[in-house]
């Protein structure tokens, strides 16, 4: 009776057992390498006061949905930026970098693929309650200074994800956010709080509380839910 008992639980333990290259060591090298360049935002005409980087916001935003995701094992964002230094390699063409450029980066990163797109809106359509406005472009699209509204903020976001080593363009994706409800546009950066001018950090929780941030979060997820979809298509 023993002998069976032993058996029995010897049985158990073979089977509860990770397979062979089951490991989490070897599941976690099964994940793709993937980096982001910072996002072009030329097709927005910046409305926005100081000089922050939407581009590299949103960039940075998708970063942690990845991370948090876990699919993608994903670079880290100032050591892309320091070997870009290093390198002397440019960000201007964010949305279309250079077989060449996108060949290099992969190499000395030692990743798979690269992640690159554009922020094809970034803007809202309001009604203001009192607060100092001006509109851009000559649209019904304003903001100017930042205030009570009750509008429909709009964001849309276009990614790719190119492999390094052919420069094939593996996935694409396109998210679009839109935030309809009254509250605060946008808010202040550096430490501002909510009713600073309209400066934009988005790292801030004043920023995500605003409808901006909120319309802008959901295109981010849109677009890492379709590459995250993709992932079947990728080699390791």
């Known amino acids: 009776m023993r002998k069976l008992v032993w058996a029995a639980l010897g049985a158990a333990v073979l089977l509860l057992s990770p397979a062979s290259g089951a490991s989490p060591a070897a599941a976690q090298s099964k994940r793709p390498t993937v980096a982001l360049l910072d996002f072009d935002f030329g097709a927005v005409q910046q409305w926005w006061s100081g000089n922050y980087d939407i581009g590299k916001g949103v960039a940075d935003l998708m970063v942690d949905e990845l991370v948090n995701d876990g699919t ?31 060949a290099k980066i992969g190499k000395i990163l030692g990743v798979k693929y690269l992640i690159v797109g554009s922020i094809t809106k970034f803007g809202a359509e309001e009604n203001h309650k009192g607060f100092n406005a001006g509109a851009y472009g000559g649209s019904k699209y304003g903001v100017g200074t930042v205030g009570k509204t009750k509008g429909k903020a709009n964001v849309a976001i276009t990614a790719r994800m190119v492999d390094s080593s052919t420069a094939e363009i593996m996935a694409s994706a396109k998210g679009e956010g839109v935030s309809s409800r009254s509250g605060l546009l946008l808010g202040g950066g550096g430490g501002g709080g909510a009713g600073a001018a309209g400066a934009i950090d988005m790292g801030s929780s004043d920023f995500h509380d605003t409808i901006m941030g909120e319309a802008t979060e959901l295109a981010v997820k849109q677009v890492i839910e379709k590459l995250v979809a993709a992932r079947s298509r990728l080699d390791n």
Not at 78 to 86: Q, S, W
């Open 72 to 102: 993608y094992r994903v670079i880290e964002r100032k050591h892309l930026d320091t070997i870009m230094a290093e390198q002397n390699l440019s960000h201007s063409d964010r949305a279309d970098p250079s077989a060449a450029e996108i």
